[in-house]
T-cell receptor, first 113, second 113 residues
Framework: ETAVFQTPNYHVTQVGNEVSFNCKQT?????MYWYKQDSKKLLKIMFS???????VNETVPRRFSPQSSDKAHLNLRIKSVEPEDSAVYLC????????????FGSGTRLTVL | GEKVEQHESTLSVREGDSAVINCTYT??????FPWYKQEAGKSLHFVID?????DRKQSQRLIVLLDKKAKRFSLHITATQPEDSAIYFC????????????FGKGTLLTVTP
């Protein structure tokens, strides 16, 4: 049963464009995340948002910025995409901050030409 | 920071046999070790976890073992079925925070009838 919804499923764009991905969870969770999964399936945390506190992974380039209107929504904006941004972006949520199950969305596959 | 190594990149077993996937971690402070499954073309979903206060946990056909001395944990799938075929990711979290969850590179398990 899907409870973390991501749009779009796919997005193809050109280098230098701006893109925005949406994520909404209907589980009533307090915490949401963005993960990047590269072509080798490697998963890396990008951002986490917990009770209005944003945690930024310092290895994430500045062109990436999360946007949250409330605890059920966490969007991801990429300003001026680059080829290495091609990946699947996975949104997830969890009931709380630490050591609990993550619920993942179906992902947004970004291709940068 | 934490590093999680997943030793088997691929694993092939016959239906009915057991499959074992091994992971090691580096941070002695890690205390939470979840496993996630990703079926072809789909997103990740949680399968089982173990915390550092126990060394074994079972959920139906899944068994997780944790050896804190060796900084090693493993997923055992007994009586495998074709629907167990997927990529399995191990992860470790230091400080019990999901934000600090570090994933292994994944093991592609193929169960042949």
């Amino acid at each position: 049963e899907t409870a973390v919804f991501q749009t779009p499923n796919y997005h193809v764009t050109q280098v230098g464009n701006e893109v925005s991905f949406n994520c909404k969870q209907t589980l009533g969770h307090d915490t949401m995340y963005w993960y990047k999964q590269d072509s080798k399936k490697l998963l890396k945390i990008m951002f986490s948002y917990n009770n209005k506190q944003l945690i930024v992974n310092e290895t994430v380039p500045r062109r990436f910025s999360p946007q949250s209107s409330d605890k059920a929504h966490l969007n991801l904006r990429i300003k001026s995409v680059e080829p290495e941004d091609s990946a699947v972006y996975l949104c997830a949520s969890s009931p709380d901050w630490g050591g609990v199950t993550l619920y993942f969305g179906s992902g947004t596959r970004l291709t940068v030409l | 920071g934490e590093k999680v190594e997943q030793h088997e990149s691929t694993l092939s077993v016959r239906e009915g046999d057991s499959a074992v996937i091994n992971c090691t971690y580096t941070d002695t402070a890690s205390s939470y070790f979840p496993w996630y499954k990703q079926e072809a073309g789909k997103s990740l979903h949680f399968v089982i976890d173990i915390r550092s206060n126990v060394d074994r946990k079972q959920s139906q056909r899944l068994i997780v073992l944790l050896d804190k001395k060796a900084k090693r944990f493993s997923l055992h799938i007994t009586a495998t079925q074709p629907e167990d075929s997927a990529i399995y990711f191990c992860a470790a979290s230091s400080g019990g925070s999901n934000y600090k969850l570090t994933f292994g590179k994944g093991t592609l398990l193929t169960v042949t009838p």
